[in-house]
């Protein structure tokens, strides 16, 4: 579906690995998605963005199995599949970092690493979990996403809000993830630290995962967007690759050019 402007529609740069055709989810009589299509691939980045009320969490939740769609289909890899909770997305391959981190910030980084997936060593009253080595796997992983902490010992609640972003998409790669779902990363975040969790999101990119980052911020999602899915009180507004759209026409049909300029005329001093 093409913008009204006049914008190109993004044509298709991977094989998709999680893809979307005419979702919709209803809540009673409530409808909150309505006939979405879109995917991602292994390498890409897919960016959803949306105003508020605009069904980007819904999708979101979609897609990590938090609610079963309502009609259309959700394919995994070509095939039809249904999540009926949040752990089937997860053995899927598809990890979902919320927007409030489900971390324990006066435990140390390490542990929040490996947080309800300890190793051990040993059966029943004999066993104990493998610190050593989960100190060594945290800090190597983080090495490999580029993120140098001195002390993985150190609480994860004394990190900045963009590295505790970071360690929770380092974590999902090491456990498998083939598709990563950040919920609006960069939203509480200043501009220094947004821009150490782009870095890591173009990290995740580089290591040939596919990423889907959920935002109303377009200034954030461009530098790292390969794909543009812009949603509007459920419904598609359309989608655009990088270079069919500028980041200027992308912030006019988030913001509704039409009712942007009646607001410019009407502010406008006489």
């Known amino acids: 579906m093409n913008a009204a402007d006049g914008t190109t529609a993004a044509p298709r740069t991977a094989a998709p690995v999680l893809e979307v055709r005419g979702i919709g989810k209803v809540y009673g009589s409530v409808i909150a998605l309505s006939d979405i299509s879109t995917s991602v691939g292994a390498g890409e980045v897919l960016c959803v963005l949306g105003d508020n009320g605009a069904g980007k969490s819904t999708l979101l939740k979609v897609l990590a ?30 990890a979902t970092v919320y927007q409030d981190l489900a971390i324990v910030p006066l435990m140390p980084v390490w542990r929040n690493f490996f947080l309800g997936a300890e190793l051990s060593a040993g059966i029943g009253p004999f066993s104990r979990i493998r610190v050593a080595e989960m100190r060594a796997i945290t800090l190597a992983q983080l090495g490999r996403m580029g993120i140098d902490l001195r002390d993985v010992d ?41 821009g150490v ?6 990290q995740a990119r580089d290591h040939g995962l596919g990423v889907v980052f959920v935002t109303h911020n377009p ?47 009407e502010l406008e001093r006489g």
Do not use: C, W
Request: net charge neutral.
């Open 65 to 94: 199995g938090v609610h079963p769609h309502s009609s259309g289909e959700l394919l995994l890899d070509g095939a039809a599949v249904r999540f009926t909770g949040p752990r089937l997305a997860l053995d899927a391959g598809i």
């Open 154 to 194: 150190q609480p994860i609640g004394t990190l900045s809000g963009g590295e505790r972003q970071s360690v929770a998409i380092a974590r999902a790669i090491y456990f498998g993830a083939r598709v990563v779902i950040l919920d609006e990363p960069t939203s509480a975040l200043g501009v220094k630290q947004a």
């Open 197 to 202: 969790v782009l870095r890591y999101v173009a």
């Open 219 to 265: 200034h954030h999602a461009y530098p790292v967007g390969d794909r543009f899915l812009v949603l509007n009180r459920g419904a598609s507004l359309g989608e655009f690759d990088r270079k069919g759209i500028t980041i200027d026409e992308l912030t006019r049909l988030m913001a509704g050019g039409a009712e942007l300029d009646s607001l410019a005329r």
